[in-house]
């Protein structure tokens, strides 16, 4: 009888919760459509399962081995995960303000001035809308790597070809994209498996190469400290270029925040979640490098192994084709956990853009279907983006990497502008009864050392790789985020400009510097009142 009554009361507490949670986000001019589904647990492993860190780094090692060796392998995670802190700390305390699936775009939207919040908050949805659609491309290019390394390991004599591993690209792309359109309701699951089946993960490699290339490691000079530059440009620039490594594995920490719609309690779980999956990941991250690195015989063979660098360490840890494939398992599927998250992070980003009317044909992306119980357009529209990405990666691999680099830029970008404008107005645009708050100097240390690390990072990865520069190893980033620019303008031209609403703002409380509150409105603005209501 206690145990039914402990049941019920419990219940009856969820209830309120959700209907709480609902009603402030009706406040923010939204209906609730989706369902509060995932859990703390289930949520941080979602956010981890996108960044999956230690992964990314044993993926992307080559990129820092030969721009600045294993001390900006090793030292550059450490920087570049305490900027990256920095600036989810400042992140935090919009979506502790505002919970709601739109994160950058929204905030930007709030704290801006007047004549230019509109502008501002389009100009930032669609970065990050076009960031989360080419990160999720990443997903399956990592993961079909994987599938050609192990293949060439144990077949010598194979020819890859694009086009091979291009199927196994659209596999994933379309496995990711099943499982958010008919299983939502197992997601929650699915992201607890991610996380824990992603820490089982770094341990059992980690144990087992260390064990299997006792007592033949590379000493802690050697792991902590080597400088290496291989790639022709000064040796100060070289090793800053080699913090790229841990830039990307730590990109993606926004994800809470567009999820932010789907968890209980958001303006106190959010924050903690989006900070705790970047501790995590530097963790985790800082302990499999080093042991990696330890179990290193020769930085050449593995920068240039044709099965790829993490499956040339495994084997040189533990001289066994089979025992290597089979360690390199778990980050196989560590990258299709990676691939459907992704997926739907990146739909509720469109999603919500779509529900203010910030993409075209938005009624259309904008709809939650009404049995599956997701925005089942919106995940088309991001499963055929990838597709078209991958097909733009079986013309040209260099073309596809620039499309990569450029939507980290792009969510890079996205993370600083919020706090910028903040920081811009004196950091008083946020409400002071917020859950999360940075107070006094660390508020105004941490903003600025975010927004100093965005700029950075933002600048580092358009430069070419390497020196000489020719048509091959050039860095077309900046193009391809100029694209992205040139679309927001064109579709702000003749769409936007037009019919983009967003959130609506309490405008009085903008102009004294202050955040009153957002007015919800469950009817679009009509023109007139357009020009007494910031609609953005």
């Known amino acids: 009888m206690d145990d039914q009554l402990r049941r019920r009361s419990a219940g009856s507490a969820n209830h309120d919760i959700v209907t709480r949670d609902a009603a402030a986000l009706e406040i923010l001019g939204h209906k609730q459509e989706l369902k509060r589904n995932f859990s703390m647990i289930s949520m941080l492993g979602l956010a981890f399962a996108i960044l999956n860190t230690w992964t990314a780094l044993a993926a992307s090692i080559s990129l820092a081995l030969p721009s600045g060796g294993p001390s900006a ?25 505002w919970p709601t699936a739109g994160g950058q775009y929204h905030w930007v939207a709030i704290v801006s001035w007047k004549g ?63 499982i958010n359109a008919f299983s939502t309701r197992l997601l929650p699951l699915f992201t607890k498996a991610a996380f824990f089946w992603s820490l089982t993960g770094f341990l059992v490699i980690s144990i087992t190469i260390l064990a299997c290339a006792s007592p033949n490691y590379q000493p802690g000079e050697f792991v902590y400290g080597e400088f290496i530059n291989e790639i022709g440009w000064p040796d100060g620039l070289a090793w800053l270029l080699g913090l790229l490594q841990g830039a990307f594995s730590l ?61 040339q360490i495994f084997m040189d840890a533990t001289q066994n084709a089979a025992g290597s494939v089979c360690l390199l398992m778990f980050p196989l599927i560590c990258m299709l956990f990676t691939s459907t998250t992704l997926m739907t992070t990146s739909s509720r980003m469109s999603y919500a853009f779509a529900r203010d009317h910030g993409l075209p044909f938005s009624h259309i992306f904008a709809r939650v279907h009404p049995k599956l119980g997701v925005p089942l357009n ?16 079986l013309g040209s691999s260099s073309t596809f990497n620039a499309i990569t680099s450029a939507s980290v830029v792009a969510l890079g970008i996205t993370y ?84 983009y609403t967003g959130p609506h703002v309490d405008v009085d409380g903008l102009e004294k510097g202050q955040i009153v509150g957002v007015e919800g409105i469950p009817e679009p603005a009509t023109k007139t009142e357009s020009h007494t209501k910031l609609a953005v």
């Open 378 to 393: 919106a995940l088309l529209w991001t499963a055929g983006w990838v597709v078209v990405f991958g097909c733009i990666f």
């Open 73 to 97: 392998v090793i030292w550059g995670l450490i920087v570049a995960g305490i900027c990256n802190l920095c600036l989810a700390a400042s992140l935090a305390e919009f979506l502790s303000a």
């Open 251 to 311: 990109t993606g920490f926004d994800a809470v925040a567009h999820m932010i719609e789907e968890i209980p309690n958001p303006t106190i779980q959010g924050p903690k979640i989006m900070l705790a999956c970047i501790g995590i990941g530097m963790l985790t991250g800082f302990v499999f490098l080093s042991c990696l690195l330890f179990c290193v015989n020769n930085i050449d063979d593995v920068i240039e192994s044709s099965a790829g660098p993490l499956l």
């Open 116 to 178: 230019w919040s509109r502008s501002l908050s389009y100009a930032t949805g669609w970065i990050n809308v076009s960031g989360w659609v080419a990160l999720t491309a990443t997903g399956g290019l990592l993961g079909s790597t994987f599938i050609i390394n192990i293949t060439s390991l144990l077949h010598p004599n194979y020819a890859a070809e694009p086009w091979h591993q291009f199927l196994i690209y659209i596999a994933f792309t379309l496995i990711s994209l099943l």
């Open 416 to 499: 600083a502008i919020p706090p910028s404008i903040n920081v811009l107005r004196g950091r008083k645009m946020l409400p002071p009864n917020r859950a999360f708050k940075l107070s006094g100097a660390l508020g105004w240390i941490l903003n600025l050392v975010g927004i100093c690390w965005a700029i950075l990072t933002t600048v580092l990865f358009v430069f070419p790789p390497e020196l000489p520069v020719d048509s091959e190893n050039m860095n077309y980033c900046i193009v391809a985020f100029g694209v992205i620019l040139c679309i927001a303008v064109v579709t702000w031209l003749f769409d936007g400009r037009k019919n």
